[in-house]
């Protein structure tokens, strides 16, 4: 059964940290791209950060250096490390797997809330 199960949000100050994890299941896990979104409050939906089966990452340029993506494909699980969160970083973050010569697959999110 093909699932992605995402788990780590909460709520957290301006300034703190977070780490977000999904694991996925029923998938070619070391051979798809793994992607963070986020839909914020209202309901834009941005891609966050991206990560290649070799390991390459790229982010939206307004959490550059502060959000780290990463993979274990042994655990079949891809982090994002959210640091120096800003009440813009606020909303439901989905973790999306993209399989070879596949569409992307959506979890079911995770919502972060950054506020004082």
């Known amino acids: 059964q093909e699932q992605l199960v995402e788990s780590g949000g909460g709520w957290v100050q301006p300034g703190g940290s977070l780490r977000l994890s999904c694991v996925a299941s029923g998938f070619f896990f070391s051979a798809s791209i793994m992607d963070w979104y986020r839909q914020g409050p209202e309901n834009q939906r941005e891609l966050v950060a991206t990560?290649?089966?070799?390991?390459?990452?790229n982010y939206r340029d307004s959490v550059k250096g502060r959000f780290t993506i990463s993979r274990d494909n042994a655990k079949n699980t891809v982090y994002l490390q959210m640091n120096s969160l800003k009440p813009e970083d606020t909303g439901v973050y989905y973790c999306?797997?993209?399989?070879?010569?596949?569409?992307?697959?959506w979890g079911q999110g995770t919502q972060v809330t950054v506020s004082s």
């Open positions: 990560i290649s089966t070799g390991g390459t990452t």
């Open positions: 999306v797997i993209v399989p070879p010569q596949r569409r992307g697959y």
